[in-house]
């Protein structure tokens, strides 16, 4: 079993306990504000009244329903859940792309530690599923750092790549498997199509957030000529001329448009969005996407890089 971030000086096993210290903030700011809401703690909740029943327990009785009606009714209630956290990580051949030596999948999982030990810190059950062009690594969210661990050391494992994307398939999975309501995260370049059916479904059961992994060269291109370019799950190819100014804005106009889209497409679904590029500390960016739900709405806000460029 190789590593996937074997360029990395540490493993994310073995960076463990540093991302554990940056990820309390993280955990402190998901306990608050707009998430305040999502973190109902363990007990029961009420859902409802219906007549009694021999054998009920007579002081779970609603006097005032009965009263009312004129005939005995009992409360209803049901378990309370922690709040569930599921990642779903992107590590498909375009998220091993970048510059100034860091590929967009070493974002991607650092990202995916964070939210993974916030999760833990906040006794939140944590799972996840990878994925390129096959599902290599599905679980259901469980709580304590034994699964935390788990998913952190399977970040970094690498059984071979398989191209394509199957982002619509993992989020499908996610669907299926998330029982209770979830926060879930979705981790990814998003270059690819056919997620957005499933994604919508998600986002009915669900609270979603998008977080976009970006690199610079996605929106500069570096002034290197005539330039050969090939997509990496495609092997699609084509020169791009790189010295060329037109070009260059057309390839920038290109990447607004596509951030301009999804910023959208997940507003619409009530889900929130954040793009985070190689080169941004991603605590910094994650604190400032949570900032935007803890501001009193309740509800996500977006980050993006179009006001920089």
Known sequence: MEHLLSGSKDS???KATYLRIAARKLADSMRS???????????????????YLRGDDVRSIDWNVTARMGK???????EEHE???????DRSASMFTGSKGKVKYET????????????ELNESPVGAVFFDGK??????????RERTMHILSRLDEFDGAVKGSVLGNAITGAVKMLRHHSLVFVISDFRNSGWEEPFKLLCQKNDVAAIRIADSTDWELPDAGAFEFMD?????QMILPTSSGEFKSAWRDSYRRRTARL?????RRGAGFVSVSTEEDSVRMLLNFFASRNSGSGRWGSSCLLQDL
Not at 263 to 267: Q, R, S
């Open 12 to 14: 994310l096993f073995q």
């Open 33 to 51: 504000g707009g998430f305040r809401s999502l973190y109902r703690g363990q007990g029961i909740e009420f859902a409802g009244v219906r007549e």
């Open 72 to 78: 005995p009714f009992v409360k209803m209630f049901d």
């Open 83 to 89: 709040l569930e956290i599921f990642l779903i990580v």
């Open 108 to 119: 991607a999982a650092e990202v995916a530690a964070l939210l993974a030990l916030a999760g």
């Open 135 to 144: 599902i290599h690594f599905s679980c259901s969210p469980e709580s304590g």
């Open 232 to 236: 990496n799950e495609t092997n699609f």
């Open 263 to 267: 910023e959208d497409f997940c507003a």
